[in-house]
């Protein structure tokens, strides 16, 4: 495997892919979009499915500033320019990965 295929940017990279594609994760994001923007990633609707997230599991406190707290954090994960562990376990549980989506993620991020 190529160097450039593996670690946080091209885990981040697949993770966008994930969601963009037309299923599961992408109906998720896309009951948050308040504006449509197609053929991309709405980064606004994921953190909103973030931030509801953290709030139904007691992770964070409900308030309407959570969404922009996530938002460089969502940015930095879906351009690869950034994807952590702990970012990775988010987008896991709030997104319900399948098994084997989470196990590619994790195998690229571990390069």
């Known amino acids: 495997m190529d160097v450039r295929s593996t670690g946080p940017a091209a885990a ?3 993770l966008a892919d994930l969601l963009a594609r037309p299923g599961p994760y992408r109906t998720r994001w896309l009951r948050h979009v308040a504006r ?3 053929d991309r990633v709405n980064q606004a609707a994921v953190t909103r499915v973030l931030a509801h997230w953290l709030w139904l599991n007691g992770e964070a406190a409900e308030s309407d ?3 922009r707290a996530l938002r460089d954090r969502v940015s930095r994960a ?3 320019r950034m994807l952590s562990a702990g ?7 709030a ?3 399948a098994e084997q989506d989470e196990a590619d993620l994790w195998a690229l991020l571990d390069g």
């Open 87 to 93: 970012t990775l376990r988010l987008f896991a549980a």
């Open 12 to 14: 981040g990279r697949h």
């Open 65 to 67: 500033t959570l969404p």
């Open 36 to 38: 449509a923007t197609p």
């Open 78 to 80: 879906l351009t690869g």
């Open 95 to 97: 997104f319900a990965l």
